[in-house]
């Protein structure tokens, strides 16, 4: 008998104990690889996001705060404190393409949809938008709608179709090509249509600005600041506070799924105590026959291992099935509100897999080292004697 | 040992299946203040929002204010805050509490408020020392 069949006989010899013993390191594993996976694809999505703004700084009311700054990722409505009048100060910045956005949100069959007041020519240039149905907007002021590719499939509106926004119906002009992030799921109005329908009286909620030339974003930032009493956060300081939030949230996640694991772990060691006890006439005899105690050790050791390697697995596949079917439920706060973009959710990682399933055999090898030590050290005779 | 085996794997089936009904049906329920804010009048029926209670009407206390939960995270001078004003009959409101209103918008003169027939507490946040 080799050692890998004499190992897959053992730890199966007691079917429930070996199904029971795996099903906790799969649950570790499973929840490990589960908040790994969506707090990978977090990230992704929020890189993703800033680079879809498409600027280099956004001006922001003063005194925002960085959940404020979640907020212009995810296209969640935001205080509406910055005027007109201070938009064209920015604008009049040289060297400087800035868009304004009002956003805002209504519901369509009782559902929230993000709104976004633009100003339809130079957005479409500042985004390098394209159309697939129907058309858009032919003028500043036109009442009506454009419709993000996911919006405008989840509600199945076409050109042609009508939308209620605070109570004014308007028509759907046009459907935008998917471009994988926010705008996808955004209805979007001229600004002025949705200053007076939201009734923001010549306000607007952030302006996006692009930099000509990006050696000179610090020097922007204070031109900018000279000119109005405006935050202004570049696209870089944005992404580390907004990410330093997620890793926060990410690092509370990764805990409570360590916590799993050790007590999948302690579970690793009880079944290979046990085992070792139950065991003593068989080392007894494997010693009698001439077996090391190293041989011993690794026999054990291996059993823990494998362990480890078959509930690495089945941990790695399941979380990583979990997590593509719950990343589109979990929407209830800032931080995962980016999965509802268009992306598909959660991505299969290979790294993540792979990487689980070897700290899973880690693990286990770890933790089946005190019961190895305890088998290998047992004397011949008393282990034959046992009965 | 083998029905053991059966009935562990039955018992994980159905774990995992309330699981996802679990939230699934967390997610078609609660809406957040923030997402009814803007436009209140383009919710209709009964729907459950949930948010914190920030307050109560000095002119009338029986509106109540409920701002979004992740204010609570923003504590900087600048941030500005929306309270949704709701009634509810059968609830002594208390500031901090995080609660889950199910009801629908009625009009008043003052504009919309959320009528509450429940109000579930699910834990208080301590706001305002």
């Known amino acids: ?387 | 040992m083998k029905k053991n085996i059966k009935y562990a794997l039955i018992a994980a089936g159905v774990g995992i299946v309330l699981a996802a009904g679990f939230l699934m049906a967390n997610k078609a329920t609660a809406l957040n203040v923030n997402d009814v804010a803007s436009d209140p009048a383009a919710f209709s029926g009964t729907i459950t929002i949930t948010g914190v209670v920030a307050g109560v009407s000095k002119q009338d206390p029986s509106i109540i204010g409920m701002m979004d939960k992740k204010e609570l995270q923003c504590t900087t001078p600048g941030c500005k805050k929306f309270y949704l004003p709701f009634k509810a009959q059968a609830y002594s409101p208390a500031p901090g509490d995080e609660v889950r209103a199910t009801g629908r918008f009625e009009t008043y003169a003052a504009g919309y408020i959320f009528v509450a027939d429940s109000v579930t507490v699910v834990k208080n946040h301590k706001i305002g020392g």
């Open chain 1, 1 to 387: 008998m080799t050692l890998t069949k004499l190992v897959v006989k053992n730890i199966t010899r007691r079917p429930g104990r070996f199904v029971f013993t795996l099903l906790g390191i799969v649950i570790g594993i499973a929840s490990f690889v589960t908040f790994l996976s969506l707090g990978g694809n977090l990230k992704r999505e929020i890189h993703r996001e800033s680079a879809a703004l498409g600027a280099n700084l956004v001006v922001t009311p003063k005194g925002s705060c960085a959940y404020e700054q979640v907020s212009i990722l995810t296209g969640e409505q935001l205080p509406t404190t910055i005027t007109m009048d201070e938009v064209a100060k920015i604008r009049a910045v040289k060297g400087i393409f800035a868009v304004p956005f009002l956003t805002e949100k209504t519901a369509i069959t009782n559902r929230p949809v993000a709104v976004a007041g633009i100003l339809p020519g130079e957005m479409k240039k500042f985004k390098a938008w394209e159309i697939t149905e129907g058309d858009y907007f032919s003028g500043e002021n036109e009442p009506g709608v454009v419709l993000g590719s996911v919006a405008s499939s989840q509600f199945s509106l076409k050109p042609g179709s009508f939308v209620t926004v605070r109570g004014e119906r308007l028509p759907v002009k046009g459907v935008l090509k998917e471009t994988g992030g926010r705008d996808d799921v955004t209805i979007f109005l001229p600004l002025s249509v949705a200053q007076r329908i939201y009734k923001a009286g010549g306000h607007v909620s952030f302006v996006a600005v692009r930099v000509s030339d990006v050696a000179l974003i610090d020097d922007t930032i204070e031109k900018i600041k000279e000119t109005v009493s405006l935050g202004v956060v570049s696209d870089k300081q944005m992404l580390k506070s907004v990410l330093s939030i997620v890793g926060t949230v990410n690092i509370t996640l990764q805990l409570i799924a360590a916590v799993a694991i050790l007590a999948a772990a302690f579970g690793i060691v009880n079944t290979m105590m046990t085992a070792t006890y139950e065991r003593k006439r068989e080392i007894g005899i494997l010693q009698a026959m001439g077996a090391k105690q190293q041989t011993i050790f690794g026999i054990f050791v291996l059993e823990s291992g494998f362990y480890g390697f078959l509930g690495g697995l089945a941990g790695a596949v399941a979380g990583m099935l979990f997590s593509t079917l719950a990343s589109p439920y979990i929407n209830q706060n800032a931080f995962t509100t980016f999965l509802k973009g268009s992306g598909t959710g959660a991505v299969i990682d290979l790294r993540v897999m792979a990487g689980s399933v070897l700290f899973a055999v880690l693990v286990a090898v770890l933790a089946g080292l005190y019961p190895a030590w305890r088998a290998a050290r047992l004397s011949p005779v008393e282990a034959i004697s046992y009965e």
